[in-house]
């Protein structure tokens, strides 16, 4: 009788270890679908604000305005290239553009031929036609970007590509300068692999954490105009 009365009691608790088992299988599988589509493993939030922080706040060179604050498009992006230009130049921006056009909260970007449309003017030149269009600070540059704003809100913009360069590091500035464009404008010194990388790389293509700070920048609960402070806030409830 003891031995039926023991072996009841084992099978008892193996079917409650199963059963709690289960339950945090169940329980860890759904702490994990219940993170953001922001979340990326592995990567804490602190890091994700130092790095938005470093690279939406501040300009390499300021002309005038507050570049301290928030700036991004509300309006749709209509872009003009002129210039002579390879294949893989247009792939490359076609493919980039595309993806930007993906994400949630992105007024859209467009190629447009119409001369009187574009908020967004592409060059593609050699040095000497770069420098004449943005300036001799842009000297030692492979690219350049600057815009123009009012009231926080990103609405003209210039981007020129050196052409007397090779097509892969050329390739990479396309991304970069685009990526700068949208309000994302200085580059880090804290990530090598990342398409704006200020010491020399030539990634062809966008990191996930890269990819995340489009996707931030231009969520609706991000606004412009927002200081470093209001967006780490608003990046901490988002994130997870």
């Known amino acids: 009788m003891k031995k039926i009365i023991t072996f009841t009691i084992i099978l ?20 994990k679908e219940q993170h953001s589509n922001f979340y990326i493993e592995g990567l804490d939030v602190d890091d994700v604000i130092i790095y938005f922080n470093e690279v939406a706040f501040g300009a390499e060179i300021i002309n005038s305005g507050n570049p301290n604050v928030l700036q991004k498009w509300k309006d749709p992006i209509y872009y003009y290239i002129s ?5 893989e130049d247009s ?14 909260g992105f007024p859209g970007m467009f190629e447009t031929k119409e001369l009187s449309k574009p908020n967004l003017n592409i060059y593609f030149g050699d040095k000497e036609n770069m420098l004449a269009i943005l300036g001799k600070e842009f000297d030692a540059m492979d690219g350049g970007v600057t815009y123009w704003y009012t009231d926080n809100i990103i609405n003209r913009g210039t981007i020129c590509y050196r052409t007397d360069i090779e097509q892969q590091v050329r390739n990479s500035v396309i991304i970069e300068e685009i990526y700068n ?8 010194s804290l990530r090598e692999d990342s ?8 990634p062809q293509k966008l990191t996930k954490i890269d990819e995340l700070l489009i996707k931030l920048l231009y969520n ?14 608003v990046i901490q409830k988002l994130y997870y």
């Open 195 to 202: 398409i704006i990388y200020s010491g020399f790389s030539m």
């Open 83 to 87: 210039g002579e230009y390879t294949k």
């Open 181 to 188: 464009v949208l309000g994302l404008i200085q580059d880090t």
């Open 220 to 233: 609706k609960e991000l606004k412009n105009g927002m200081t470093p402070e209001e967006c780490k806030k």
């Open 12 to 31: 008892l608790l193996l079917g409650t270890i199963t059963v709690l088992s289960i339950f945090k299988f169940l329980q860890i599988k759904n702490n």
């Open 91 to 104: 792939e490359t921006l076609i493919n980039f553009v595309s993806f930007l056009n993906t994400i949630e």
